[in-house]
């Protein structure tokens, strides 16, 4: 197995720690963080500060009955239930995504398929699935675009990404992502803004694509 | 007490007891020491009086529920529970649950390791100093992006202000204890 090579950067794990991330690029980061140790070790840096941070903010005093409203609360609210966790290639954030369930592919020619798992005003959140070898029409996009690869790998100008690797791309990347042979690449995908595809055809595709 | 005895904040000990006896008494001190700073979080978050003190609910109650999932050679207390809160706001916000990365499980008959632990707390102690010294313009950017709303344009000012070096020495023992889960998580 490659070790990841691609991570996370800075001013990314320090939004998601802060919770200041919007949800698809947040859902991307609890996934590459549930594979990669390093980067987990460093969130939880990040979170030690919040930590130092709350034991020195000025305290708020709360009303005297809060206490024994909690007591009673301990033996009678249920306990929340599990969360779900992962499941073969797919990490506990990309399950809790899909709602437990395998993926449902839509299929988008050429053999590509995805399936859209949000998508709104703070962005779009999908799988897809590009066949060993497969290229992605070549697009960019207005915004950031965060891809984690779950299997397989791909290659573009910026590298090649295997399992666990995160590509961010920004705003004015023209990238054509190739799927490597063997295994076909499954890999999570946030944007936050269209793709913009740059040939006439795979514009025809952007209403399946649809962000 | 020397700390070589007592490598863990009082909270986290509160907590360990908590996760490992039930423990109420210590889940009292607990309430009675972050409930009002997680009220003051939530409150410089805008919630009003009275929101604040059901979400502090909602986060104490989880932390009742949820301190098995807590491990000291990993977190503090208020570490821990800055999640819960900073989870529980977003959920909220959003209306939506927010992605949780999967649960790193301490095996049942791990012991601990008390070496770890007491560097955790070495580490704590260095950050909370270096965060005392940092100019308060510095400190007020960092308290805006932990508990308010930080626009995404200023976040990169987060990684100027100087705690770096304690950060990465805390990844560092951190990533020490990286627990081998390669063979699980390979499909
Ligand atoms: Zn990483």
Redesign the pocket.
Same mark, same amino acid.
Request: some cysteine; proline content about 0%.
């Given at each position: 197995m490659t070790p990841?090579t691609h !991570?996370?950067s800075d001013a990314l794990l320090d939004a998601y720690v802060t919770g200041n991330l919007d949800h698809p690029f947040a859902v991307v980061v609890a996934a !590459?963080l549930s594979l =990669?140790d390093? =980067?987990r070790a460093r969130a939880e840096a990040a979170e030690m500060l919040g930590g130092a941070l709350l034991d020195r903010i000025a305290p708020a005093p709360v009303s005297p009955g809060a206490q024994d409203r909690l007591l009673a609360a301990l033996d009678h609210a249920p306990p929340p239930p599990r969360p779900i966790t992962g499941s073969g290639i797919f990490p506990a954030p990309v399950m809790q995504a899909l709602g437990g369930q395998p993926p449902k592919w839509r299929m988008l020619g050429g053999g590509i398929r995805q399936q859209i798992l949000s998508a709104g005003a703070d962005g779009a959140l999908r799988l897809l699935y590009i066949p060993a070898g497969r290229a992605v029409p070549e697009h960019s996009h207005g915004g950031l675009e965060l891809t984690l690869v779950l299997q397989g790998s791909f290659a573009d100008s910026q590298g090649r990404f295997g399992r666990g690797d995160?590509e961010i791309a920004q705003d004015d990347l023209d990238h054509q992502p190739v799927a490597g042979s063997g295994a076909p690449c499954i890999c999570l995908a946030a944007t936050d803004a269209p793709l913009r595809f740059r040939a006439m055809i795979p514009r025809l595709l952007q209403p399946l694509f649809r962000i | 007490m020397p700390a070589e005895t007592a490598p863990q904040t009082d909270p986290t000990q509160w907590l360990l007891a908590v996760r490992d006896h039930r423990d109420r008494a210590a889940f009292l001190l607990l309430f009675q020491y972050f409930a009002p700073r997680l009220k003051g979080m939530l409150m410089r978050g805008g919630l009003r009086d009275g929101s604040a003190e059901d979400v502090v609910q909602d986060v104490m109650l989880a932390v009742w529920h949820k301190a098995a999932q807590f491990d000291p050679h990993r977190a503090e207390a208020s570490a821990w529970i800055y999640r819960i809160a900073r989870n529980r706001r977003i959920d909220l916000a959003r209306r939506k649950p927010p992605p949780e990365p999967e649960i790193l499980a301490e095996p049942e008959d791990t012991e601990p390791d008390a070496a770890q632990i007491l560097a955790l707390g070495q580490e704590a102690a260095l950050l909370r100093s270096a965060l005392g010294a940092l100019a308060p313009d510095q400190a007020r950017v960092l308290e805006q992006a932990y508990f308010e709303e930080l626009p995404h344009s200023r976040i990169s000012e987060l990684t100027g202000i100087p705690l770096g070096t304690i950060k990465s020495r805390i990844r560092l023992g951190l990533e020490r204890l990286r627990r081998d889960l390669n063979d699980l998580r390979q499909p």
């Open positions: 990841i !991570h996370l !590459h =990669c390093s =980067c995160v | -």
